[in-house]
């Protein structure tokens, strides 16, 4: 039930591009990114809900394809500002209703000069 | 300014002791949730309440309880019945808005067992 994301790390040099995705075997709602420092609180970054849209933040954006239950989270030209670990949340669909927001294990992403 | 705030940020617990983490918001908002993070494992929702004077277990719930007095205010207790307590906790809020409800989330609380 918990969306698996890969890869679980990865290491680049400023400038560069990075791909994160999120990947469920549940029917999906919405799916929701965030960014956490080391010993901070999680921030908010976008939603994505399903109807396959894709949305953008500066450098960031992400994509939802509903058919796949799979998010991508692209981050271009990264900054050192982009260090951190990333968290997709996904809240299921159920009928009418949705699930909690189920959280990833993160991808941690590590911006060197 | 509006958001969240949590005490203490490091609070430690001796053996067979209940221990409570403060959380409130000035957000307006109405549902409050309590998560927990261990190193490698994401946030695991422990309970969450969407009105005053309820609230529902999540995933792990035992040893912990809480209480929903006022629409700002969601205190977590850590039991001595929760064996494992070490962990990062956080509490988040959001505004019940449909389609587009996001989770907003405080600084944290770091437990320690002594």
């Known amino acids: 039930q918990q969306p698996v994301q890969s890869p679980q790390a990865v290491i680049l040099r400023e400038g560069e591009d990075a791909v994160i995705n999120c990947s469920s075997s549940?029917?999906?709602?919405?799916v929701h990114w965030y960014r956490q420092k080391h010993g901070e609180a999680p921030i908010f970054l976008m939603i994505?809900?399903?109807?396959?849209e894709q949305k953008g933040h500066d450098k960031i954006s992400a994509s939802f394809n509903e058919k796949k239950q799979q998010s991508s989270l692209y981050l271009t030209a990264s900054q050192l500002s982009y260090s951190g670990t990333y968290f997709c949340?996904?809240?299921?669909?159920?009928?009418?209703?949705?699930?909690?927001?189920?959280f990833g294990k993160g991808t941690k992403l590590s911006v060197k000069p | 300014d509006g958001g969240i705030t949590q005490s203490p940020k490091y609070l430690f617990r001796k053996e067979g002791q209940n221990v409570t983490l403060s959380c409130e918001q000035n957000?307006?908002?109405?549902?409050m949730y309590w998560y927990r993070q261990d190193p490698g494992q994401g946030l695991r929702l422990i309970y969450y309440?969407?009105?005053?004077?309820?609230?529902q277990k999540g995933d792990i719930a035992e040893g912990y309880s809480v209480s929903r007095e006022k629409k700002e205010s969601f205190p977590l207790t850590v039991t001595s019945a929760q064996k494992n307590p070490t962990a990062f906790y956080l509490c988040?809020?959001?505004?019940?808005?449909?389609?587009?409800?996001?989770?907003?989330f405080g600084p944290g609380t770091r437990l320690l067992v002594l």
């Open positions: 988040a809020s959001s505004k019940v808005a449909g389609r587009r409800e996001t989770q907003y």
């Open positions: 549940k029917a999906l709602y919405s």
């Open positions: 994505l809900l399903k109807g396959g």
């Open positions: 949340g996904t809240r299921a669909s159920y009928g009418g209703s949705q699930g909690n927001l189920i």
């Open positions: 957000l307006n908002h109405d549902a």
């Open positions: 309440s969407q009105i005053v004077n309820d609230f």
